[in-house]
């Protein structure tokens, strides 16, 4: 690919000398979950708030002390789900929630009435401040753009006694927005112009944090432009210095932990690495990199397959085989030869103190420590992980499930395996999938079902559409059904309108065909979003592309109905 000057490298800072690259990191930073604002702001569905509510007491349980837990003035679900933390008094005393706010007077206003009654809050506002984002998002000069920053500080000054007066207390945080492609002068201009007008000394100290919203250069040079800047703000025993990267470039935990040798103390992020585009930083990675280094995170990831499952649930992610720690894979190994020096050195330890210094070929860390087992190969028992049986389902049946499904499949599977004890024959396997999924005819079941392909005049532009009638029992009633929709499939979902089923719509769908010849099926599996929230996957196999659809959404909604 050639450049042809479209892209030019990043300018290196005239840093004569350079400390962080013989620094150490010797204790964990203060720790900012920023999952309930940026984390959510990312999902394709964004999370309810009973789901933010359960996600809260996880990262509490996680140890988080500070948690960004959205922005109230950008609508009522985000300000109600601020009153019912502190109504409802879900905030330990020794947890801070994190607000986040333009730097406008309104918002600001909003957002410490969203806040009384509080303990302790963090009010975070923020402001673009790159070169190109002054251009384009408001074609305003440096000196208005640091206007407007003193505006919001002073804004948040005239409205702290909202909270202050019952007794909150307030920490004030800045962002100069894509600090990362922010010229590095003018960000330590706008900062300490916005340190000054908060007043920050030592005993209320302000966090000035440094977003690289946009990953655009190498860690190296990430962390000169953090060792520049905390060495040029004026006042640095007044301020802390914290990191919110992003990972454009793939290398946001490198940026972290340079950024971190280089003097800055806190970090914000996200639980594997969730947010928009390539995601924030991955919290946990940057957690168990320094656990693998014998410090203390200060975080508890000692049960990592329950978090990832909590969070595949409340947030409808999916977490990348390879992800390290926490991936499907990291602890499996499929070479003969990895599995042999594993095997040997896991039996070794047998005989070993508990504490002795870890060293086994291949794995960075003892699985155990964080609720993991190593795997040499897939086999499906009581310990399988949710992709094993759906990997059964494809190489001995061509089934592929989707990714998203892995975990619901999986835990089907392995609930079956702890009942019998032992492991499960492929059969076996498929035999469960047939009567969870295939099979079912409770509480729907459809009796007979009939489509008219309703096509306009020749050369019109009339859509074409599809008329369903059908017969169906729900809980043994019997019951005639019909309705248009662009297809089989949407105009069954139609239908289902006029029967007592729960509500939902099709929030995932996927096909592909299996066998050949004359015995070809197609295979469609279909998530539906029910209208409380919950959330189901269903599998349909017919010959008729169409029919598989519908089996499968009949299968979804008995699937959720018998849970």
Same mark, same amino acid.
């Given at each position: 690919?050639?450049?042809?000057?479209?892209?030019?490298?990043?300018?290196?800072?005239?840093?004569?000398?350079?400390?962080?690259?013989?620094?150490?990191?010797?204790?964990?930073?203060?720790?900012?979950?920023?999952?309930?604002?940026?984390?959510?702001?990312?999902?394709?569905?964004?999370?309810?708030?009973?789901?933010?509510?359960?996600?809260?007491?996880?990262?509490?349980?996680?140890?988080?002390?500070?948690?960004?837990?959205?922005?109230?003035?950008?609508?009522?679900?985000?300000?109600?789900?601020?009153?019912?933390?502190?109504?409802?008094?879900?905030?330990?005393?020794?947890?801070?929630?994190?607000?986040?706010?333009?730097?406008?007077?309104?918002?600001?206003?909003?957002?410490?009435?969203?806040?009384?009654?509080?303990?302790?809050?963090?009010?975070?506002?923020?402001?673009?401040?790159?070169?190109?984002?002054?251009?384009?998002?408001?074609?305003?000069?440096?000196?208005?753009?640091?206007?407007?920053?003193?505006?919001?500080?002073?804004?948040?000054?005239?409205?702290?006694?909202?909270?202050?007066?019952?007794?909150?207390?307030?920490?004030?945080?800045?962002?100069?927005?894509?600090?990362?492609?922010?010229?590095?002068?003018?960000?330590?201009?706008?900062?300490?112009?916005?340190?000054?007008?908060?007043?920050?000394?030592?005993?209320?100290?302000?966090?000035?944090?440094?977003?690289?919203?946009?990953?655009?250069?190498?860690?190296?040079?990430?962390?000169?432009?953090?060792?520049?800047?905390?060495?040029?703000?004026?006042?640095?025993?007044?301020?802390?210095?914290?990191?919110?990267?992003?990972?454009?470039?793939?290398?946001?935990?490198?940026?972290?932990?340079?950024?971190?040798?280089?003097?800055?103390?806190?970090?914000?992020?996200?639980?594997?690495?969730?947010?928009?585009?390539?995601?924030?930083?991955?919290?946990?990675?940057?957690?168990?990199?320094?656990?693998?280094?014998?410090?203390?995170?200060?975080?508890?990831?000692?049960?990592?397959?329950?978090?990832?499952?909590?969070?595949?649930?409340?947030?409808?992610?999916?977490?990348?085989?390879?992800?390290?720690?926490?991936?499907?894979?990291?602890?499996?190994?499929?070479?003969?030869?990895?599995?042999?020096?594993? /095997?040997? &050195?896991?039996? +070794?330890?047998?005989?070993? #103190?508990? =504490? %002795?210094?870890?060293?086994?070929?291949?794995?960075?860390?003892?699985?155990?420590?964080?609720?993991?087992?190593?795997?040499?190969?897939?086999?499906?028992?009581?310990?399988?992980?949710?992709?094993?049986?759906?990997?059964?389902?494809?190489?001995?049946?061509?089934?592929?499930?989707?990714?998203?499904?892995?975990?619901?499949?999986?835990?089907?599977?392995?609930?079956?395996?702890?009942?019998?004890?032992?492991?499960?024959?492929?059969?076996?396997?498929?035999?469960?999938?047939?009567?969870?999924?295939?099979?079912?005819?409770?509480?729907?079941?459809?009796?007979?079902?009939?489509?008219?392909?309703?096509?306009?005049?020749?050369?019109?532009?009339?859509?074409?559409?599809?008329?369903?009638?059908?017969?169906?029992?729900?809980?043994?009633? /019997?019951? &005639?059904?019909? +309705?248009?929709?662009?297809? #089989?499939? =949407? %105009?069954?979902?139609?239908?289902?309108?006029?029967?007592?089923?729960?509500?939902?719509?099709?929030?995932?769908?996927?096909?592909?065909?299996?066998?050949?010849?004359?015995?070809?099926?197609?295979?469609?599996?279909?998530?539906?979003?029910?209208?409380?929230?919950?959330?189901?996957?269903?599998?349909?196999?017919?010959?008729?592309?169409?029919?598989?659809?519908?089996?499968?959404?009949?299968?979804?909604?008995?699937?959720?109905?018998?849970?």
């Amino acid at each position: 690919m050639k450049n042809n000057g479209k892209y030019s490298a990043v300018q290196a800072l005239p840093m004569k000398e350079r400390l962080w690259p013989s620094a150490k990191i010797t204790h964990a930073p203060v720790w900012c979950s920023v999952d309930l604002r940026d984390g959510n702001q990312a999902l394709e569905n964004p999370m309810g708030i009973e789901t933010k509510l359960e996600y809260f007491a996880l990262l509490v349980r996680l140890g988080f002390k500070e948690i960004e837990v959205g922005f109230p003035s950008s609508s009522d679900t985000e300000y109600q789900f601020v009153r019912r933390l502190i109504e409802e008094k879900r905030i330990p005393d020794d947890v801070s929630i994190q607000v986040l706010s333009q730097a406008k007077d309104a918002l600001i206003k909003k957002t410490f009435e969203a806040v009384k009654g509080a303990k302790e809050v963090i009010f975070h506002i923020y402001n673009a401040t790159s070169p190109a984002q002054r251009l384009y998002n408001f074609n305003k000069s440096k000196e208005e753009i640091l206007k407007l920053a003193v505006d919001g500080v002073r804004s948040v000054k005239k409205y702290r006694h909202i909270v202050e007066e019952d007794g909150t207390k307030v920490r004030f945080e800045y962002s100069p927005e894509n600090f990362s492609q922010t010229e590095i002068d003018y960000s330590l201009e706008i900062c300490q112009a916005v340190m000054d007008e908060w007043g920050a000394s030592a005993e209320n100290k302000i966090i000035l944090n440094l977003p690289t919203t946009v990953e655009a250069s190498m860690p190296n040079h990430f962390a000169d432009m953090i060792e520049y800047f905390v060495t040029h703000i004026k006042g640095r025993e007044n301020c802390i210095i914290s990191l919110h990267n992003h990972n454009d470039r793939g290398e946001s935990v490198a940026q972290c932990e340079l950024g971190l040798l280089a003097g800055a103390e806190r970090v914000e992020g996200c639980l594997f690495g969730n947010g928009e585009r390539t995601g924030n930083l991955d919290i946990v990675t940057v957690a168990l990199n320094m656990y693998s280094q014998g410090l203390d995170p200060g975080l508890d990831f000692s049960n990592i397959p329950e978090v990832a499952e909590r969070y595949c649930h409340f947030t409808g992610m999916t977490i990348p085989a390879r992800l390290p720690y926490a991936g499907e894979l990291v602890f499996t190994a499929f070479s003969g030869s990895h599995q042999d020096a594993i /095997r040997k &050195a896991m039996n +070794a330890r047998k005989k070993m #103190p508990a =504490d %002795a210094p870890w060293d086994v070929p291949y794995l960075l860390i003892d699985p155990h420590d964080i609720g993991r087992e190593y795997e040499g190969i897939i086999r499906i028992n009581s310990q399988s992980g949710k992709g094993g049986a759906a990997y059964i389902m494809e190489k001995e049946f061509g089934l592929v499930l989707p990714k998203a499904m892995h975990p619901v499949f999986g835990s089907v599977i392995k609930a079956a395996a702890d009942k019998k004890q032992r492991e499960l024959k492929p059969a076996e396997i498929y035999s469960i999938f047939e009567k969870k999924w295939l099979k079912t005819k409770s509480p729907l079941n459809v009796l007979d079902i009939t489509e008219k392909h309703i096509e306009g005049e020749r050369g019109s532009d009339l859509p074409e559409q599809v008329a369903t009638m059908a017969t169906v029992e729900w809980n043994g009633k /019997r019951l &005639a059904i019909a +309705a248009k929709g662009n297809g #089989p499939l =949407d %105009a069954f979902v139609a239908a289902m309108k006029q029967t007592p089923a729960p509500g939902f719509n099709i929030s995932s769908f996927h096909e592909h065909s299996v066998g050949s010849g004359s015995d070809t099926h197609a295979m469609a599996y279909v998530q539906i979003t029910c209208e409380d929230g919950r959330q189901s996957w269903g599998v349909g196999k017919s010959s008729n592309v169409g029919r598989a659809g519908i089996a499968a959404v009949v299968s979804a909604l008995n699937f959720v109905c018998n849970i």
